[in-house]
């Protein structure tokens, strides 16, 4: 499966943005997915996962109660929305799909191009 994101941008603190992450070559409705995120000079650090069946999610602490991952199978299509954005949230934001998830881990088998957030206060 191939992996496009898409969606960042440059923009104030305390909006919403939603990144999207569009899917080629197989159906994300079989596959597991997640992002993660790496900012300047930083590692990449998980952000959100979502199980292929049954719509279990989960969210890293720095984005819980901000951020929801949602797929729309028909566009095959996974989005990342992100509320009250902070200055920290500045960062190339990557989906993930596949792989396996631990309970409080995500390590995908394919990953996708990155999109840049950059959040000014």
């Known amino acids: 499966v191939q992996l496009q994101a898409s969606g960042g941008g440059s923009v104030q603190a305390g909006v919403s943005l939603r990144l999207s992450c569009a899917a080629s070559g197989r159906s994300i409705g079989t596959y597991d997915m997640g992002w993660f995120r790496q900012a300047p000079g930083k590692e990449r650090d998980f952000v959100a996962y979502?199980?292929?069946?049954?719509?279990?999610?989960y969210y890293a602490d720095s984005v819980k109660g901000r951020s929801t991952i949602s797929r729309d199978i028909a566009k095959n299509t996974v989005y990342l929305q992100m509320n009250s954005l902070k200055p920290e949230d500045t960062a190339v934001y990557y989906c993930?799909?596949?792989?396996?998830?631990?309970?409080?881990?995500?390590?995908?088998?394919?990953w996708g191009q990155g999109t840049l957030v950059t959040v000014s206060s």
């Open positions: 993930a799909a596949g792989g396996s998830f631990t309970g409080s881990y995500y390590y995908p088998a394919y």
């Open positions: 979502r199980r292929w069946s049954g719509g279990y999610t």
